[in-house]
Each structure stands twice: as C-alpha cells, then as structure tokens.
C-alpha cells in the first residue's frame, strides 16, 4: 500500500506565489515519474507538470515558465512552485506517482487526495 499526501494548497491573489508538496510513503522500491495534475470545476484533469527520476520535467503550456516541478528522491516528494498565479490557475490539484511497490515489484500509479488552490483577489 502507497499513500501520497498533498499540502500547501490556499487563497492566494493574483500574482501570488504557493508551493505545493507531496510526500510519498508505504510499500515503495522506487518512485519513476512524479507529477501533478488539476481539475477545475466542470472540467476534465489535466496534466500539470511531470518529473522523472533523473530529473526530467515537462510542463502544460499554460504554466510554463510560471510554475517549476522538482523532487528529492530521498524523501519521496515533490514540489510544485506556483509563481505569478492567474485565476484561471484555480482548481484542485493532485500529486501522481508511478511507484514500484515491495515485494512483487509491480509498477502502479497512485494518487493523492487533492488540495485546493484558489486565485482570487
């Protein structure tokens, strides 16, 4: 069993700036990708930013170069930094991972249970 727990999420302005973390924990050989996806009300999830193990990224056009992805191996987690914040940013957002679990060393994808991110002023 993996478990994938999500904090930092809030009220912020626009402009505004919020980290996300999401720490990995359970049953875990290796972590491959980690990344984050959100849903906003009465749209479909969609992709966020991903990172592989060796440090990868991949971005949604719509927050490039406002948002950055990274991860610490060791500690299972990874980070969303959220800078320049636009309403249409509000939604909730999920962590994934791709783990491989102990001891079949089987790989699956998990998610966290979501955090709210809303941009208002």
């Known amino acids: 069993q993996v478990q994938l727990v999500e904090s930092g999420g809030g009220l912020v302005q626009p402009g505004g700036s919020l980290r996300l973390s999401c720490a990995a924990s359970?049953?875990?050989?290796?972590?491959?990708?980690m990344g984050w996806y959100r849903q906003a009300p009465g749209k479909q999830r969609e992709l966020v930013a991903t990172?592989?193990?060796?440090?990868?990224?991949n971005y949604a056009d719509s927050v490039k170069g406002r948002f950055t992805i990274s991860r610490i191996n060791a500690k299972n987690t990874v980070y969303l930094q959220m800078n320049s914040l636009k309403p249409e940013d509000t939604a909730v957002y999920y962590c994934?991972?791709?783990?491989?679990?102990?001891?079949?060393?089987?790989?699956?994808?998990?998610w966290g249970q979501g955090t709210q991110v809303t941009v208002s002023s």
């Open positions: 359970g049953s875990i050989y290796s972590i491959n990708a």
């Open positions: 994934n991972a791709e783990v491989t679990v102990i001891p079949d060393s089987v790989s699956y994808h998990y």
């Open positions: 990172i592989t193990s060796g440090g990868r990224t």
